[in-house]
């Protein structure tokens, strides 16, 4: 494993995860009873920016889980997504911004499938906060990797 980049090494185990995170993801926001996935007879959805996060901010101490589940669930989602993407992407398509992007647009692709298929609710407010939650994955991607590397360095030098 000497000279191995550490993409190289946690490879496979992202793409396992990876693969594990899509199949609990599409259960939940596409088949779960629990998560009110059945399919409806109405249209749900918001288009106004801000709009439902104001609303669970200001039931969050009266109705925690509710604020949690639809708050930092909505951004927790998307944490792994940017965690392990930067793994297997190549070089040239590991940038902050572009791994970002791909978790907005993975986002509002699945708004809208949910808009079209009546389950759930469509809700711009949930583009926002994966986006968030893709942010904060690829930050953590971001800060392993740095001290990975400087272990790394300080191994070899030492």
Wanted: net charge positive.
């Amino acid at each position: 494993m000497k000279n191995k980049r550490p993409e190289q090494i946690w490879r496979p185990v992202a793409t396992l995860l990876l693969i594990l995170y899509i199949i609990v993801m599409i259960y939940l926001l596409f088949l779960s009873e629990t998560m009110g996935r059945t399919g409806s007879h109405e249209i749900r959805y918001n288009l106004v920016p801000f709009r439902e996060i104001g609303r669970y901010f200001s039931l969050r101490r009266a109705m925690w889980v509710l604020f949690a589940v639809n708050i930092l669930g909505n951004i927790a989602a998307f944490v792994p997504l940017g965690a392990f993407l930067p793994i297997l992407m190549p070089p040239g398509l590991k940038s902050g911004w572009f791994i970002i992007t791909c978790g907005c647009v993975l986002s509002a692709i699945v708004e809208l499938i949910q808009l079209i298929t009546m389950t759930g609710s469509c809700d711009v407010d949930d583009i926002f906060l994966n986006t968030i939650g893709t942010m904060i994955g690829y930050l953590l991607y971001f800060l392993c990797r740095a001290l990975y590397i400087h272990l790394y360095r300080k191994r070899r030098a030492g």
